[in-house]
């Protein structure tokens, strides 16, 4: 018999599910969500091999990384300079070399790194950066290990937990997140759940925040603050080498989005307190970061725009991320 690999042990599914349920027993124990465990899935009836890491394996890649790690230099000036960088090269590639998936991806990488949430009312804004840009700081920064879980899941919520581990020196944060399984449609009183087939999306959108709290929670503010600008001024065009951008135009098309969500020309004039066609570079920035506030669930349309919440309020976005909730090391 071949012997397993050194890095799974190996449970095979039962080919059928019994009739009256998902099946039980330790082929389909949940077990521990740490680094690297990958669940089985109840629905599967094909027999496919499920996997789960070898903990010795995965205690031996730590004490590597952390061999490694000890002798690492940080220069959080290199840092910040190299996030920008990998920021901005999107913005000098010739949309020409491109295909049309990935030039929705250039279009969109500065405008999706961070969001801003202006409730009005005098209130200071609530902003931050997104999952990915979490990804990047953390990545240039170097030295950290990160992994996200679910913690506790209830028929109304899921809980997760973020972990951030750095080494040189160590420290170690975790940061936890609620996401409902409840939403309420447009044109309803009702709240609806979210229907079990999106639940696996659901998981991995609670776990990406929590694993960007837990990173962002170690990065250095003053980076992310200086990143956080650098986004605004690309999507915007705003200062000296940046893209020129028509903000009226842009805004045009980002109204589009808008109404498919409830929201009108006179609401949007309404917030900006004067007409579209007078808009500032500043305020376009900060409306596409309210765009992606609503996107990734930070908010919803009818809170932003201070809209009747039983007729305007959207079902949640679903983050499509393959890496949300996996182990990152960098």
């Known amino acids: 018999m071949a012997r397993p690999n050194a890095q799974q042990t190996r449970r095979t599914a039962p080919a059928v599910p019994p009739p009256d349920g998902p099946p039980s027993g330790p082929e389909w124990e949940e077990g521990d969500q ?19 890491t070898d903990p010795a394996l995965v ?8 061999a ?22 999107s913005a000098k590639i010739d949309p020409g070399h491109l ?36 990804l990047i700081l953390a990545r240039h920064w170097g030295g950290l290990i990160g992994t996200a879980r679910i913690v506790a899941e209830t028929d109304d919520y899921i809980d997760a937990e973020g972990v951030a581990m750095q080494f040189s020196p ?7 997140r609620r996401e409902s399984k409840w939403y309420r449609p447009r044109g309803s009183r009702k709240l609806v759940r979210i229907r079990e087939d999106l639940m696996p999306q659901v998981h991995g959108r609670c776990q990406s925040k929590a694993q960007r709290n837990a990173f962002l929670a ?12 650098r986004c605004k001024q690309l999507v915007a065009g705003i200062g000296r080498g940046m893209p020129k951008v028509d903000v009226v135009k842009a805004m045009s098309a980002t109204l589009t989005w808008l109404e498919a969500r409830g929201v009108t020309l006179a609401d949007v004039e309404r917030k900006l307190g004067h007409p579209l066609t007078e808009i500032t570079k500043e305020e376009y920035a900060d409306f ?10 930070e908010t919803t349309a009818a809170r932003a725009f201070n809209l009747a919440e039983d007729s305007n309020d959207e079902a949640p976005p679903i983050d499509d991320d393959p890496t949300a909730g996996s182990t990152v090391t960098t």
């Open 34 to 52: 740490g680094f690297g465990a990958d669940l089985p899935n109840p629905n599967d009836t094909t027999g496919l091999v499920m996997t789960r």
């Open 59 to 66: 205690k031996a890649e730590l004490e590597t990384f952390a």
């Open 68 to 89: 490694i790690a000890r002798g690492l230099t940080r220069d959080p000036e290199q840092a910040l300079k190299s996030a920008l960088a990998e920021l901005e090269l």
């Open 99 to 134: 295909d049309e998936r990935t030039k929705r991806w250039k279009d969109g990488f500065a405008d999706a790194q961070y969001y801003v949430i202006d409730y009005g009312g005098g209130e200071k804004p609530v902003t931050g950066l997104s999952y990915k840009a979490s």
């Open 170 to 176: 160590v420290f170690i944060l975790r940061r936890s």
């Open 218 to 229: 170690v990065i250095p503010h003053a980076i992310q603050t200086v990143y956080w600008n």
């Open 288 to 297: 596409r970061g309210l765009i992606n506030a609503i996107a990734s669930g």
